[in-house]
C-alpha cells in the first residue's frame, strides 16, 4: 500500500473509530481510585487511576476516539490509554465506526483475538484492492457480518450502503473509483478492512486470489481455513467447548443406537470372562485403553519412558522418495497410518514435569529421535499448561502436554478439497496410538479436543495457517486408575 504523499482517510468529513465498553459489562471506580470491570458475573480489577480517568468512564457507554490517544501527550490521556489497553486485553471492548461520538454507528467491530486494535491504514487513490478470497458476508440474528478467519475481527455492518461496496469488491477496483462509489463511510471503513486482510492488494492477489500473500495460504481452501480457525481456539470470540446449548430444547440422542426393525443374529458374548481370558494382545490393550486426567506429582514420568513412548507411537521407521509430475515426494512410514503417507502431523512437548528432562517446551524430530528446546515465552507456557488443565477439568496441569499440530501444506500439495478433513482423520488416528502406546507403557494419557492456535503461533512464531495444532494430548504417570 502506498502511505507517503498520498490523499489520506482521515480527513474532516472521514468516520473515525471510537473504542466502547460491551453492553454487557459495566464498570465502576472505588474510592481509593481503583476501576473494577464486571462482566458475566465476574470482576476484572484494572488498577488504579487518577480522578481525571475516572470522571471520564461514562464515555466508554458512547465510545472514545481511538486515534486521539496515541496523539495526545497530556498525562490523563496517556491513562485513559492504558485503562482501554487493559479493557481491550480482556475482551471488554468492541470498536464502532462512526461520524462522530453520538452519530450512528457505519461498522461495529468486533474483536476476535486478544490481542486486536484497530488502525485506519493511509491508502492512495491509485491502490488497487479486493476482497480477500476467505472473507464472507452471513447474517447473524438481524444483522449482516463480514468476517475472514485471517481477521482479527469481525464487522457488523450498520449502514446498507457498505453491504454494496463489499460487493463491488469481488473484482479488483482502484481506491479513488471506491471513493466514488461508496461515499465516505465507504472510505472509511476500506481502510478498517484494509488493516484486517479482508481487503488486500489486487496485484498480491492475483488472478483468483490464489497468490494471496504467498504459497502458505495459496495451498488452502475457503472451507478448510474456516473451519480449522473457528473449530479451535485463539482466532474467534464464540463459545466453545462442553456448554450444553440445546439442553431442555432438544433432547439428546440415546447412548446406543435404538435397534433397527427385525430379526437379530445373536454374535457370539465377547465381554465374558472365559471370552476375555483368550483375548489377543492387541485386543486387551484396547479394552485397557482409557483417560487420564490426574497425573501423580510426586512420580513424575521420567525422559527414558518417554522416549520409549514416542518411539513406540510416532519415530520415523523409514524413508523413501517418489516422483510425481516431475517434483520429488519424500515419504515416510511410521508407526500409525496416514492420508497418501504424507505424515504432516508433528508433535511438539510442554514439559511441566519429567524427571532427566528440563521444564520447557519441545519440538520431538521423528526422523532423529530427539527433542529440541523452542524458546518461547514463559507466559504462553504457563497459559497452555492451565489451558489444557481447564479443558480436561481438573486443577494441575498434566506432567507433559503434546500438541499435535499440522503442517497443512504438506497434505494440502496433494489433495483437493478434503485436505484439512484428511488432516482431522490423521489426527484422530495418531491420538488412539497415543493412547495404546500409553497403556502399554502403563502410563496415563487424555486427549484433549480444543487448543489454541493463536497461542501456539506465539509460542513457536509460525502463521496460524503454516502449522497449527489439530489436537493435544495429556500425558504422565496416572494418580488414580480413571475409566
Known sequence: MRAAGKRSLGQAAAPAIFARLLSRAAIEARATGEILARVDGYSVGLGAFGVGVIDRLHELRVGLPV????????????????????????????????????????????PQVSDYWPRMP?????DKLVLSRFAYMRRRGDAIVLESPRAGALFRICDPKLTTLVATLS?????????????????????VLVDCQVVVDADMAGEGGTREDGHDLAVWEFQDLLFHARSTQGRHAN???GLYPHIGVIPPLPAVRPAWPGKQIALSASGEAAQVARLSPVAKLLRERHSTRNFDDRRPITIAELSQFLDVAARVLSRSDNLCAGDSESTTVRPYPSAGATYELELYLAVNSCEGLARGFYHYDAGAHALTPIGAPADAFDALLA????????????????????RFGRVSWKYSSIGYALILKDAGVLTQTLYLAAAELRLGGCAIGIADIDLFAKMTGLEFHVEGPVGQFALGRGATIER
Open 67 to 110: 486515534d486521539s490517544l496515541a496523539s495526545n501527550n497530556r498525562n490523563i490521556d496517556k491513562d485513559i490509554e492504558l485503562l482501554i489497553r487493559r479493557l481491550a486485553a480482556h475482551g471488554l471492548l468492541e470498536y464502532r465506526l462512526a461520524h462522530s461520538p453520538r452519530a450512528d454507528d457505519l461498522v461495529v467491530i468486533e
Open 239 to 241: 463459545a466453545v467447548g
Open 387 to 406: 489451558g489444557a488443565a481447564q479443558a480436561m477439568g481438573v486443577h494441575a496441569a498434566p506432567q507433559v502436554l503434546i500438541t499435535i499440530a499440522a
Open 171 to 191: 473484482a479488483p477496483h482502484q481506491v479513488k473509483e471506491l471513493r466514488l462509489q461508496g461515499g465516505s463511510p465507504g472510505t472509511g471503513f476500506l481502510a
Open 122 to 126: 493511509q491508502l492512495g487513490n491509485e
